[in-house]
Nanobody, 116 residues
Framework: QVQLVESGGGLVQPGGSRRLSCAAS????????MSWYRQAPGKERELVAG????????NYADSVKGRFTISRDNAKNTVYLQMNSLKPEDTAVYFC?????????WGQGTQVTVSS
């Protein structure tokens, strides 16, 4: 059974940091590209960052470049999103995504709220 379980969300003050984790199981994690998406209320889901199966080919949305860092640990079947200098506009539900060719999986999401 495929599972992607996000954790690490919560309430954080503007300028603060948060690290999200996504633990994967039920598929060959080290052969999948992993990404983080987010969806704010009333908006479409958008790509935040992605990382290739081997840890290379990293890409970021322009809105998070220089503030967020995606990484993965294939030994732990986990992908991370380190978020620094958080802004209120980063408030959203953050989703973990795994993709390989025409196969893709989603996690259930974790809420991140940036507010004072």
């Amino acid at each position: 059974q495929v599972q992607l379980v996000e954790s690490g969300g919560g309430l954080v003050q503007p300028g603060g940091s948060r690290r999200l984790s996504c633990a994967a199981s039920g598929f060959s994690f080290n052969t999948y590209r992993m990404s983080w998406y987010r969806q704010a209320p009333g908006k479409e889901r958008e790509l935040v960052a992605g990382i290739a199966s081997t840890g290379g080919k990293i890409n970021y949305a322009d809105s998070v470049k220089g503030r967020f860092t995606i990484s993965r640990d294939n030994a732990k079947n986990t992908v991370y999103l380190q978020m620094n200098s958080l802004k209120p506009e980063d408030t959203a539900v953050y989703f973990c995504n795994a993709v390989r060719y025409d196969l893709f999986y989603w996690g259930q999401g974790t809420q991140v709220t940036v507010s004072s």
